[in-house]
C-alpha cells in the first residue's frame, strides 16, 4: 500500500488530458469475448481496475497484444471453458468489480457463467439483480453455489438465449451493460426498458454494432436488440473520462488556478459543466477543450426561490454519483452553502470525517446527505493525514490536500491508482508538489 505526500498550497496552470473513460474501458474490453475475431481498442486508460480485467482474458485464453501506449488488440479464439468454470476464476473475479462485465458475454457465447459477488469499493450495497433477473428472462438458470460464493448462470441443454421484453427494476449501467451483451446473440428480439443512457452505454453499443450486432434506441432508455448468429472485428475508440474532467475542473476551482483541458468530448459530458458552474466556477468551453480560470472567489446559486442549492446525483442525463465527492469538496470553498444528496450509495460520504478535521465546515446528517457551509478562501485546509476509502473520495482528498496548508499524507492510494493513470506526474506537470512513498 503506498502513499501520496502532499505538499499543498501550490498554484495549478498548465495544459493536461484526461485518461480514457475507466467505466467505458470495462465494458468494451469485456465484449471482447462476444467474438473469435481481433477486436482493436485505443484510449485504454493504463491503470490497476483495467490492467486487472485485462489479466482476467488473459488467464481465460484470449490472445491480447499491445500495439501503443493505450492500444490493444484481443482476439477471443481460444478461450479455456474449463477454467472459466474453475474456483480459481471464480476468485480472481471476486477481487475484481470489472469482472462483473464478462458475465453477458460468457453466458451468451458458451452458455454459462459465474456471477461472484463482486469486489471493488467499499462504499454501499451494489446490488446484482438487475443484472441476473435479466439473464433470466433470456432463458437462463440460476442457481447459488455456496462454496464459492458465486451464482451459477447456466442455458438449459438443447436451449439457447431467446429475446424477451423487460422492464429493468433500475436503470443500472452494469446491469444495462451486461444484459446488452448477453442479448446481441439471443434468438428473436430482446426490448429493454428503463435502460441506462450514459454514454459510456452508448458507447458499448457502437462497439458493438460496428462488431455486427442490431440495436435500436441507442441513448435511450428504450433499447430493442435483434439477434444475430455472430459478431466479427471491429475497432473501438474509449471517450475521455469525464470523471477526470470534473476531477482537474475542481482541482482548478479549490486551488484559485488556471488550467486547459484539452479533449474532452464535451457533448458527452452532460450537466457535469452545468453543476460547477451552480457552485459558481467559472468554466469556458474552447472547441471540445474546457478552460478554467483562475478566480479569487466563487458564489454558489441558489434556487429561483431563494432555497439552499442542492446537488444530488440520478440516473443519466442527471449528475454522475461519481462526481458529488469533488464537487463536495470544491464547495467548502465557495461562498454560500450546498446541500449534497448522495441517494445511490449509503456509505460514500463517511470521508468527510476528515475533511472536517482539515477544517471544512460539514454537517454530516446522515449516510446520504451532507451540508456545506463554504469559507469563501477565507480559511485555509490544514494538512492531514488520512487513508483513501475508495476511488473518488481518495481524489477528493487529493484535491484537498493540494489546496491545504502544510504537508498531508494519503495512504491506501491503491485505490486512486484504480481509476486515475499516472495522476500525480500529471499534476506535477501542472505545478504540484505531489510524492510518491
Known amino acids: 500500500m503506498g502513499s501520496f505526500i502532499v505538499e499543498g498550497g501550490h498554484k495549478l496552470s498548465g495544459t493536461i488530458r484526461p485518461q480514457g473513460a475507466k467505466n467505458e474501458a470495462l465494458q468494451v474490453i469485456s465484449a471482447v469475448l462476444l467474438t473469435k475475431e481481433e477486436v482493436v481498442i485505443s484510449n485504454i486508460p493504463e491503470i490497476l481496475d483495467v490492467k486487472n480485467l485485462i489479466l482476467l482474458l488473459e488467464g481465460m485464453g484470449v490472445e491480447v497484444k499491445r500495439l501503443d501506449k493505450g492500444v490493444y488488440s484481443f482476439k477471443a479464439d481460444n478461450v479455456n471453458e474449463e477454467y472459466i468454470a474453475s474456483a480459481d476464476f471464480v476468485a480472481r473475479c471476486a477481487r475484481l468489480r470489472g469482472s462483473v462485465m464478462v458475465v453477458g458475454p460468457l453466458l451468451a457465447r458458451f452458455g454459462h457463467a459465474y456471477f461472484p459477488k463482486p469486489g471493488g469499493d467499499k462504499i454501499g450495497r451494489r446490488r446484482v439483480d438487475t443484472h441476473i433477473v435479466g439473464m433470466m428472462k433470456l432463458g437462463a438458470e440460476q442457481v447459488y453455489d455456496p462454496s464459492r460464493k458465486a451464482f451459477y448462470l447456466r442455458v438449459p441443454d438443447g436451449a439457447s438465449l431467446k429475446g ?125 477543450d474546457i478552460f478554467v480560470p483562475e478566480q479569487e472567489s466563487y458564489i454558489v446559486d441558489s434556487f429561483l426561490d431563494g432555497s439552499i442549492m442542492t446537488i444530488a446525483d440520478a440516473p443519466w442525463p442527471g449528475l454522475t454519483p461519481d462526481l458529488l465527492s469533488v464537487l463536495l469538496v470544491v464547495a467548502i470553498q465557495c461562498r454560500g452553502s450546498v446541500l449534497i444528496h448522495q441517494k445511490m450509495f449509503e456509505s460514500r460520504l463517511f470521508f468527510v470525517d476528515k475533511l472536517i478535521d482539515m477544517g471544512a465546515q460539514i454537517i454530516l446528517c446522515d449516510p446520504h446527505r451532507a451540508v456545506v457551509i463554504g469559507h469563501d478562501h477565507n480559511y485555509q485546509l490544514r494538512a492531514c493525514n488520512m487513508a483513501s476509502p475508495d476511488i473518488r473520495a481518495g481524489i477528493a482528498l487529493l484535491i484537498a490536500a493540494m489546496s491545504a496548508k502544510g504537508t498531508s499524507i494519503i495512504s491506501n492510494i491503491d485505490q486512486i491508482d484504480r481509476g486515475y493513470e499516472d495522476i500525480d506526474m500529471r499534476l506535477n506537470a501542472l505545478g504540484a508538489r505531489i510524492t510518491r512513498q
Do not use: W
Open 164 to 288: 424477451s421484453y423487460m422492464l429493468l427494476d433500475e436503470a443500472s449501467v452494469t446491469g444495462t451493460a451486461n444484459i446488452v451483451m448477453a442479448s446481441v446473440l439471443a434468438e428473436g428480439e430482446t426490448t429493454i426498458y428503463n435502460a441506462a443512457c450514459e454514454p459510456y452505454v452508448q458507447q458499448l453499443c457502437k462497439l458493438l454494432t460496428a462488431m455486427g450486432a442490431q440495436i435500436d434506441g441507442i441513448g435511450s432508455n428504450l433499447l430493442k436488440i435483434k439477434g444475430v448468429k455472430s459478431l466479427h472485428s471491429a475497432t473501438h475508440r474509449i471517450l475521455p473520462d469525464m470523471l477526470e474532467v470534473g476531477s482537474f475542473i475542481g482541482m482548478a476551482a479549490l486551488n484559485k488556478s488556471s488550467i486547459l483541458i484539452k479533449d474532452v468530448s464535451y457533448e458527452n459530458l452532460g450537466i457535469i459543466p452545468d453543476c460547477f458552474r451552480r457552485l459558481g466556477v467559472e468554466i469556458e468551453q474552447r472547441g471540445d
